[in-house]
């Protein structure tokens, strides 16, 4: 990692009860999740073009 960063760590029956409990937050995880993977998607594309 270049950049400070911050982790959060959770057990998948965890996540999997909370899940179960707020299915408001599986919405906003699952949307957050898809916009930070296609936001790194896009910038490897944009570095494999640059680099040709």
């Not at 995880?29 to 993977?37: A, N």
């Not at 896009?42 to 680099?51: F, G, H, K, S």
């Amino acid at each position: 990692m270049t950049e400070p960063s911050r982790v959060f760590r959770i057990t998948a029956d965890e996540l999997k009860a909370i899940l179960r409990r707020r299915p408001d937050f599986r919405v906003i995880l699952e949307g957050s999740l898809t916009r930070d993977t296609a936001r790194k998607l896009v910038a490897a594309n944009r570095r494999l073009i640059a680099e040709g």
